[in-house]
């Protein structure tokens, strides 16, 4: 199909779409404007800083674990508990606080009205409140650090009986701190998710059809349809899991003999636990996996200059793992005792998932081929992603198959695989997205220097992190282990060289850790020093970089609203004059194809 | 425009160069945002059913007996849902006083289930069936408790509604607030039935 095979007349051009100023509301006082901002852009900025401060946290946390792991009993106020209770705070905050609240709350809210020329979010009073119901749920959860007996150590799949026992760390206090908090996320994320669905939904601007829009806030959009099915299994477990651990219900706890003594509950279903939490958890990795590949799709067009491969293929993809997302969750409870052919059927879905998370992976790599590539730092975090979501996905294809995941249950085969592909993997785009989009945060460029020390010491040193995990998996060295017994700290059929291999990864980890100080301090130093970035440093055709002001003012685009001609993609156009045409641009003026 | 022919454009060369006027649904923003904000509710529910189901099997249940003060409350909830719907068309027929005699009497009949659910409570404390007595008690007590949650939020928006109207506010004005409160109330309603099937069934 030519290019120009469309027919229609000069006054099918809509003449911009000017919007009353009364549209948008205008604070007027310092704390209306920066702290209960209604703004979405200043509500994303406040999600993100808060999210990475806990994330901060959680790093430190990780850090901890893995000097136990390397060196036992050095640090001393690493007890058996406070090693747990790291475990279970260091994943908690990391899925939930940190990745969910900074992938929607915080990328969905500054892009989502910037990429579809919108004002802002529909309610933005609404996004508001999501925030500060965020920051009570994050508050709620760091005070479990200050309670008797410290935060919950039940792992953070909350498994009971176990999680709300005597002897766990954190049964008394931890446990009902931490459901309450994830209560208080679940109701605050509904708020802001509800606002990111109908603003995709209602709020385009004029000519942004669905199929115009770019990949990134399908992916987000998606995403947030899922959580906001998903969280709801997650809020009525933390409830009635508090109900059987404050009033002594049964919904979860079978009659138990604890400390030597009958408890009252009678009958209850851990495994019923396990079904809801998973239909929460898997969903969960997708919520956080969907945003990243919709990052990633973003970066890869535009530096490499050339339309996004198969950009239909990738939005069914984003689509369809978003509806099989749903019908996986067992492939958690393989040892959980169940019936094969349960097993056979969630093996089979799970698998299944590999089809349209190839054909995404197929068309970056398509992308690439033959692509104006520039290796700039967005763009290495972005090959960077590719690389490691393929090592994810594919020992995820082992342990997707009940026979291979019995034997490998529970050890660090299994934390190698979710970390490469649901941790490392989204944290890489969530950098990329970082360095993509930080000139139109603050209009100034970060330092190219420092983001290319920042990408190849966390790209490399993840590879030493994860890489001999597997082997210690293989190896059969359990997960979530304070210490291995015997001589040495080191049960018998643990060779010396495997010990050397965790002091490795610990080695690695605390270089890993600290190199994130660099980016931290590239964040602050760019932000008024870096190089000016002026609207549209990269070239780019999507919206956000159109704006009239650098960084957007509080209403975004202006006086008039923009129109768009064209989808997201239109880059290296062949007889257009630059290399890349804005989604507002229309037919003409040096477009490649009449008006 | 179905949804498939939608997913099926081919962006890169359908209408390049033109806008096109498709951008949001027809609907009102706070329709839509009501009926997402409904499917997360239905998604909680549902998943409670689930729930329900399984721990049923278990060999510990025992059915709780059914309060007759339920098929009060529930013929309450009926009259109230009604009374609004009646406020609903009324407004849209601009007919003040009846916007207001609906609206009125839908919101205090809701408060009265409310009360209802309370007694019933009351009643099945007092024989002896508490929230720990048995896993049937515990979901009960748990699924009237959100329901009667989610009423209460509702009765807010209500009397958001209400005291603007009392304030003078035009009934075009407060016609969408009228109309989503009755669609609410609806919702709400067949969630209740639903719920109360489950009951007298099992």
Redesign the interface.
């Known amino acids: 199909?030519a290019?120009t095979?469309?027919t229609?007349d000069a006054q099918?051009?809509?003449p911009p779409a000017e919007v009353e100023e009364a549209e948008v509301y205008h604070p007027k006082t310092w704390l209306g404007k920066y702290v209960f901002s209604q703004d979405a852009k200043i509500i994303a900025l406040q999600y993100s800083i808060t999210a990475m401060a806990v994330g901060l946290l959680a790093l430190v946390l990780s850090v901890l674990m893995r000097v136990q792991l390397a060196w036992p009993g050095a640090v001393s106020f690493i007890t058996p508990d406070a090693y747990i209770q790291f475990v279970t705070m260091h994943g908690m905050i990391m899925v939930v606080y940190l990745l969910t609240a900074l992938f929607l709350g915080g990328f969905g809210n500054y892009l989502i009205p910037l990429m579809l020329g919108a004002r802002d979010m529909?309610?933005p009073y609404v996004n508001m409140i999501s925030y500060w119901i965020y920051l009570v749920a994050v508050l709620i959860l760091l005070a479990s650090f200050f309670v008797p007996g410290g935060p919950t150590g039940s792992g953070w799949t909350l498994y009971p009986p176990q999680a709300i026992l005597p002897g766990t760390p954190g049964s008394d206090w931890g446990i009902t701190l931490m459901c309450i908090s994830l209560g208080f996320f679940v109701i605050g994320f509904?708020m802001g998710g509800?606002n990111y669905?109908?603003t995709v939904?209602?709020?385009?601007?004029?000519?942004?059809?669905?199929?115009?829009m770019p990949l990134t806030i399908w992916a987000i959009f998606t995403a947030t349809v899922l959580a906001?099915?998903?969280f709801?299994?997650l809020?009525?477990s933390a409830?009635?899991m508090s109900?059987d651990n404050l009033?002594?219900?049964?919904?979860f706890m079978p009659a138990i003999i604890s400390l030597g003594q009958q408890l009252?509950h009678?009958?209850?279903?851990p495994i019923?636990f396990q079904?809801?939490f998973w239909?929460f958890g898997h969903p969960e990795v997708y919520i956080v996996a969907l945003p990243a590949f919709g990052v990633i799709s973003e970066l890869i067009s535009v530096h490499a200059r050339k339309?996004i491969f198969g950009?239909?293929l990738m939005?069914?993809a984003i689509?369809v793992i978003g509806g099989l997302s749903f019908i996986v969750w067992a492939h958690h409870m393989y040892v959980s005792g169940m019936n094969p052919y349960f097993g056979f059927f969630f093996a089979t879905t799970t698998l299944i998932i590999a089809v349209p998370t190839a054909i995404k992976v197929y068309n970056w790599v398509l992308t690439l081929w033959q692509g104006n590539i520039r290796l700039n730092v967005p763009m290495l975090f972005a090959i960077g992603f590719v690389f490691t979501f393929i090592n994810g996905g594919l020992t995820g294809i082992f342990l997707g198959n009940v026979i291979i995941d019995v034997p490998l249950s529970d050890t660090y085969f299994v934390v190698a695989h979710f970390h490469m592909v649901m941790a490392v993997s989204p944290i890489l785009a969530v950098f990329g997205a970082v360095y993509h989009w930080y000139p139109k945060i603050t209009g100034r460029m970060l330092n190219e220097g420092m983001g290319k020390f920042h990408f190849w010491m966390t790209f490399v040193g993840l590879y030493c992190i994860y890489y001999p995990m597997h082997y210690l998996g293989i190896l059969g060295v359990p997960r979530r282990y304070f210490a291995n017994a015997g001589a040495n700290g080191l049960p018998d059929w643990f060779p010396e060289s495997a010990q050397m291999v965790n002091v490795g990864i610990t080695i690695a980890a605390i270089i890993v850790a600290s190199v994130q100080l660099v980016f931290l301090y590239n964040l602050y130093y760019s932000a008024t020093r870096g190089k000016p970035a002026g609207g549209n440093p990269w070239g780019a055709t999507t919206l956000e970089w159109q704006t009239a002001d650098t960084p957007p003012t509080h209403g975004n685009f202006g006086k008039e609203l923009p129109?768009?001609?064209?989808?997201a993609?239109?880059y290296s156009v062949p007889g257009a004059e630059e290399d890349f045409i804005p989604q507002n641009v229309?037919?003409?003026k040096g477009?490649g194809?009449a008006? | 425009m179905s949804i498939f022919s939608?997913?099926?454009?081919?962006?890169?060369?359908?209408?390049?160069?033109?806008?096109?006027?498709?951008?949001?649904?027809g609907l009102p923003?706070a329709r839509?945002?009501l009926s997402?904000?409904l499917?997360?509710v239905t998604?909680?529910f549902g998943?409670?059913t689930a729930?329900y189901f399984?721990?049923m099997t278990?060999?510990?249940?025992q059915p709780l007996p059914v309060p007759a003060l339920l098929w009060l409350n529930t013929a309450i909830l009926i009259l109230s849902s009604v009374a609004l719907q009646w406020a609903r068309t009324s407004a849209r027929h601009q007919q003040a006083d009846r916007v207001r005699r609906g609206l009125l009497a839908g919101g205090a009949l809701a408060f009265a289930f409310l009360v209802g659910q309370f007694l019933v409570w009351q009643q099945l404390g007092s024989l002896g069936y508490f929230?720990?007595t048995n896993?049937s008690n515990?979901?009960f007590y748990?699924i009237t408790g959100?329901h009667g949650l989610h009423l209460l939020g509702g009765l807010v928006a209500w009397l958001r509604a209400s005291l603007r109207l009392w304030r003078g506010a035009e009934t075009d004005k407060i016609r969408m607030s009228v109309e989503l409160c009755a669609v609410y109330w609806h919702f709400l309603l067949l969630v209740w039935l639903v719920m109360f099937g489950l009951l007298l069934v099992t």
């Open positions: 199909m290019l095979d469309v229609h099918d051009f809509a529909v309610f509904t509800l669905v109908v939904l209602q709020a385009r601007t004029r000519g942004m059809t669905l199929m115009r906001l099915l998903a709801p299994a809020l009525v409830i009635m109900l009033l002594g219900t049964s919904y009252d009678s009958g209850g279903s019923l079904h809801l239909f339309n950009y239909r939005v069914w689509v129109s768009v001609y064209r989808w993609y239109d229309p037919a003409g477009t194809h008006s | 939608t997913l099926s454009t081919k962006p890169w060369v359908a209408e390049r160069g033109y806008v096109s006027d498709s951008h949001g649904f923003t839509v945002f997402v904000f499917g997360v998604a909680i998943l409670l729930a399984i721990r278990y060999a510990d249940w929230v720990d896993p515990s979901f748990l959100l």
